[in-house]
């Protein structure tokens, strides 16, 4: 994968991607001890920044092949990006979902118009359940992150937040299965090579920490937290190639940290994260000794689909 890759993707989701917002807020500026920019992906289509790498991937796909229809698994966001991707394709959507998926998500996915088959993800394996269906209907699999134009079209997020905001010190993205922090680590080493490219991940999911630390991919229990996207076992093997060569440290933030971070965003920015979402901007608000004096900081929301309950849990 490469930055060549990434600027075809530009091109392919110019006009149908939001070019979502980037903020700036000086109540976070002193929260967080430096000045930073939020790369608002709560505003992206679908709701995340699944959309951007689902709608190339489909691009992708020779047309007598989308048209036979996709598949995919995914707790939420990227379902819901692959359904509405192939709504616009006129292909059909197959999504193996878990049975605890947030309902506001799954609900979106069928309205998008995604067949939804569920599985129990701790006593079922979801990427068998899809490449058997795969096989049975003349599907194509679009995993949610380790995928070659999954990780390009997740990339024109950095991409477009440094044409915005040009250089940075530090760039802070969300880690579940890595599609967005590879994706993030080539647009910055093309855009800006001097900036240190962090993962954030939830302290009960901290497989990537591991597989960093370690030199190879760690597989972890599904784990418990609220961050519901970053409920991934391990890290995508294209991604880690990608991650362990360029990203300079991956951190972790509790699930309380995450709750208080979704507060400061909707009381001081007006502006409501998914708990996922939240994941880089919870490290700049509570680990600002380990992010050393940066001048200038971005980070990613990466999303903004939260169900009423898991919401008035948070705020």
Not at 58 to 81: C, D, E, F, M, W
Not at 123 to 129: G, L, N, P, Q, S
Not at 188 to 212: F, H, T, W, Y
Request: hydrophobic share 40%; proline share 4%.
């Amino acid at each position: 994968m490469d930055y060549l890759t990434l600027q075809h993707a530009q091109k392919i989701l110019n006009g149908v991607a939001h070019r979502t917002p980037v903020l700036t807020s000086r109540m976070a500026n002193e929260a967080m001890g430096c000045q930073v920019f939020f790369k608002c992906e709560n505003f992206q289509r679908a709701g995340a920044f699944k959309f951007r790498g689902a709608y190339f991937a489909l691009s992708q796909l020779p047309p007598k092949i989308r048209k036979r229809g996709v598949i995919t698994y995914s707790s939420g966001n990227h379902a819901q990006a692959i359904a509405l991707a192939a709504n616009l394709w006129q292909c059909p959507a197959t999504i193996v979902a878990p049975t605890d998926a947030p309902k506001l998500k799954m609900e979106a996915t069928k309205a998008y118009g995604g067949e939804v088959i569920l599985y129990d993800r701790f006593k079922e394996d979801r990427e068998a359940i899809a490449q058997n269906l795969a096989l049975e209907r003349d599907l194509t699999i679009i995993p949610p992150f380790d995928h070659p134009h999954i990780i390009a079209g997740q990339g024109t997020c950095a991409s477009e937040f440094f044409d915005e905001v040009g250089d940075l010190d530090i760039l802070l993205v969300p880690l579940g299965g890595g599609g967005l922090l590879a994706g993030s680590c080539i647009a910055a080493r093309q855009l800006s090579p001097n900036c240190k490219v962090i993962g954030v991940e939830p302290e009960m999911g901290n497989d990537g920490q591991q597989s960093l630390s370690k030199g190879h991919i760690v597989r972890i229990a599904t784990p418990k937290t609220i961050a519901d996207g970053a409920q991934t076992q391990q890290l995508g093997a294209l991604n880690f190639e990608i991650i362990k060569n360029h990203v300079s440290e991956i951190i972790t933030v509790s699930d309380e940290e995450i709750k208080e971070t979704m507060r400061f965003l909707a009381m001081k920015m007006k502006i409501i994260v998914e708990p996922t979402g939240c994941l880089a901007a919870a490290a700049a608000l509570f680990h600002r000794s380990n992010l050393n004096a940066s001048k200038k900081k971005g980070m990613i929301l990466s999303g903004g689909n939260i169900d009423q309950a898991t919401l008035k849990l948070c705020l």
